[in-house]
């Protein structure tokens, strides 16, 4: 497989898809540490706890009607989950086109206004798993 | 969807696809199929409800027996 570079990232938050509103996105798969290092040892042990899964996303703001603002806004701040997806590259989803999914995700924070005199408008969101399954890869 | 809810048709209107309908495309509450997305997603302007299925116009057919008897004098 060849090297890629990242053009066509489709991000969808609660059914909207804002990919031509997304400037970076990483998702990231991460689980605990858990030290259970005993006596005797000579290194150290590490288990993996409990997984704290979640999808990053940068938004170009944008307040119209049905586009960043007026998704995401309503999303912050509720413990109703929503669904967010994010495919690698436009097309079917398969094992070279993978999508990560969390269908069950809250947003805890979210900037409406952030910027400086002349830049571009954006947001910062980390949409994090609330229970249910977490981070899902998907490859079909 | 609940029973006996009628289903609604959207029109996608804000500026993102929704549901991968594109702005102008139609779709139903069915497709959406959970209430609380559906709410959101009108909340935020990206729908907007066309015309509700499955519900008849008002009919204003009076029925039979409720116009008074000939003659019948009214008491006092």
């Given amino acids: 497989m060849a090297k890629s570079i990242l053009r066509e990232a489709k991000v969808e938050v609660n059914g909207v898809d804002l990919s031509n509103h997304v400037q970076k996105v990483t998702v990231t798969k991460k689980a605990d540490e858990q030290d259970v290092t005993a006596m005797g040892a000579k290194s150290k042990e590490t288990l993996l706890g409990i997984s704290d899964d979640m999808i990053q996303v940068t938004f170009y703001q944008d307040h119209a009607e049905g586009s960043v603002n007026r998704t995401l806004s309503p999303l912050q701040g509720s413990n109703t989950p929503f669904k967010i997806k994010v495919t ?53 | ?69 000939a003659g019948a004098t009214p008491k006092e």
């Avoid at chain 2, 609940?2 to 993102?16: F, H, I």
């Fill in chain 1, 88 to 140: 690698h590259s436009s097309g079917s989803i398969s094992k070279t086109n993978p999508a990560w999914e969390i269908e069950e995700c809250i947003l805890p924070e979210f900037t409406p206004l952030d910027g400086q005199v002349g830049s571009a408008e954006t947001t910062d969101c980390s949409f994090k798993p609330a229970g249910g399954e977490g981070l899902k890869e998907l490859t079909s």
């Fill in chain 2, 1 to 69: 969807m609940p029973d006996g809810k009628a289903a609604t048709t959207y029109e996608v209107v804000g500026r993102q696809a929704v549901l991968g309908r594109a702005k102008g495309d139609r779709i139903t509450s069915a497709e959406i199929g959970d209430e609380t997305q559906e709410q959101r997603l009108l909340d935020s302007g990206a729908i907007k409800p066309i015309t509700p299925e499955a519900q008849p116009a008002p009919t204003t057919t009076t029925s039979p027996g409720t116009k008074p008897e």
